[in-house]
């Protein structure tokens, strides 16, 4: 067994126990690895090893990634700031962008999404922590984006992913976590379809699936530390 093999074994096993801590079935959690900075030889890896959905962080590295594993049916999520000028590249090439939280960036994307592909899938990313310098829509102004993007033709609004800054211990993170949890039920009261809340990583995935997430994203406990500071 190669080693990326044996930690996604690892991560597997931490995702279900934290399931079964929480009452959960294993199956409500989707893990989703992160190889930035990772060459496609890693991707190759996890993907012998069972893992299909792959999350990167830096859009033009991702492409370039991409083509060298046009061999392998992997699905690709856009976790990283996507500005303007990257739109085209993220609708082109991804099938999730989970940090959508402006829509002009949203309206972007819808009309970037080219027509032979299926409709882009979307995450809004929440500072739900209020953050001053971190990106991401403000609760207050969450509802109404999230209908502003539900309402577009070329996306599929699918719920909610959250970055929050690391707090002193797993309670204070799992109530951050839950703050999140409330907004994506509250936009589902309000009858969004949404089925997916993006939320913790290698550090805090246990905190994460007590208070609800249903995919985490998960890179150092897959792959190893991250030497290339970007
Ligand atoms: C890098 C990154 C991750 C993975 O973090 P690890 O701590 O390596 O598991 C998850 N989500 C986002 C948005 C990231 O940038």
Request: charged share 20%; aromatic share 4%; with cysteine.
């Amino acid at each position: 067994m190669t080693v990326i093999a044996a930690q996604l074994q690892a991560v597997h096993a931490r995702i279900a126990a934290a399931c079964l801590a929480a009452g959960r079935s294993t199956d409500s959690v989707q893990l989703l690895a992160v190889s930035k900075t990772f060459g496609p030889e890693a991707v190759r890896a996890a993907h012998a090893a069972g893992q299909t959905a792959f999350g990167e962080n830096y859009i033009q590295e991702a492409v370039d990634k991409m083509a060298l594993l046009d061999d392998l049916p992997l699905q690709w999520h856009c976790i990283g700031p996507i500005q303007s000028n990257k739109t085209r590249l993220v609708a082109a090439h991804f099938q999730w962008a989970q940090t959508v939280d402006r829509l002009k960036i949203a309206q972007r994307l819808s009309e970037q999404r080219p027509d032979h592909l299926p409709p882009l899938q979307v995450c809004l990313q929440v500072n739900v922590d209020g953050g001053l310098t971190k990106s991401g829509v403000s609760p207050d102004e969450l509802p109404a984006l999230a209908q502003a993007v539900a309402a577009l033709p070329r996306l599929q609004l699918r719920g909610l992913m959250c970055i929050p800054d690391p707090q002193e211990d797993a309670e204070a993170m799992r109530a951050v976590f839950l703050r999140t949890r409330a907004l994506y039920e509250d936009l589902r009261a309000r009858g969004l379809p949404l089925d997916t809340l993006s939320m913790g990583m290698s550090a805090d995935l246990e905190a994460a699936i007590a208070a609800g997430s249903t995919m985490v994203r998960v890179g150092t406990a897959i792959f190893g530390g991250r030497s290339t500071v970007k």
